[in-house]
C-alpha cells in the first residue's frame, strides 16, 4: 500500500505541475490586466495542436513545444493591443464577453482544421519507457512533464523577478498607475503580459498532449482547474499557483486511490475549505 500511495504521489507531482504552468500564466494576465482570461483553454488546445501538427511535419518535438508556447503567445499579444487595449475603458462585462467570444472562435478554428475526433502524439523515443524504482516504474514522460514544467515557470519566475523588465511588470501588477507616473510603458507591458500568459497556456497544452491527449474543448476542464488553483493560491500570487497546483494535483492523484470519481470534486471542497479559513486564498494579500 505504501508503494501505491509514494507512486500516486509522484504523478500528483506531475499533473500538479502542469496545473501550476496554467496557473502561472493566468495569474500573471488576472495580475495585470485584472480581468479572468476566458480564452485560456482555448490558448491550451491551441498549444496541443500546434504540437501536435509541427511533430506530424517531422519537426522535433523540442521545437513543436517552443512553438507551442510562441503560438499561443502571438495571439494573446494580439487579443491585448486590438482587442482588450480598445475595450480598457469600458464596462468590465465586454471584456470577459470579448474573452470568452474568442476563446469559442478558437475552439471552432480547431474543430475546422483538424475536425471534432481529437488528437494524440506518441512521446519521442527519447522520452519513451520508463525507469525501474523498484516498487513502481516511473515513465520517462512524466519525469519530462514535471522538470519541463518547473524549468518553464522557473525561467519565466527569473525574468520577473530578477529582470528589469520584470521589475517593471511586477510594478504594473501592483501599482499600475504609480508605474505610468514613472515613465514606464505600461501598454507594452499589458501586451507582454497577456503574451507570456498565454505562452504558458499553449506549452502547458503542448506538454499534455502525449499525456492527455487534445481535442478542441479539451482546454475547458484544464482552465476550470487553473481557476480553482488562481483562486487557492491568491488572485495575482505567482508563488501561491505554483504551491496550489502541487497541492491540487497530489490531492486529486490520492483521491482516486479511495474515491475515483470524486477525484475532480474534491479539487473544488479543497478550494472552498481554505477560502472558509482564509478568503484571499494561500498566498493572497486581499
Known sequence: MSSLVAAQLINGCAIGMLYAVMAFGLSIIKGLLNVPNFAHGA??????????????????????????F?????IGALLQRFGLEKLAKADYLLQVLFLFGVALALEQTLVVIWGTSGVSLTPPDALSGSFDLGFMRLPRYLVFVTVASAISIAVLWFLIERTRIGSQVRAGIEKSEMARCLGINVKGLLVLGFALGAGMAGLAGGIALPLLGANSS????????????LVLGGLGSLYGSVVAGLLLGIVQSLSTLVAPTMSTLLLYVVMTLVLLVRPQGLFGER
Do not use: E, R
Open 43 to 68: 490558448l491550451f488546445a491551441v498549444g496541443a495542436y500546434v504540437c501536435f501538427g509541427l511533430s506530424g511535419l517531422g519537426l522535433p518535438f523540442g521545437v513543436a513545444l517552443a512553438c507551442a
Open 218 to 229: 479539451s482546454g475547458n476542464d484544464m482552465m476550470s482547474i487553473a481557476f480553482v488553483v
Open 70 to 74: 510562441a503560438v499561443p503567445a502571438l
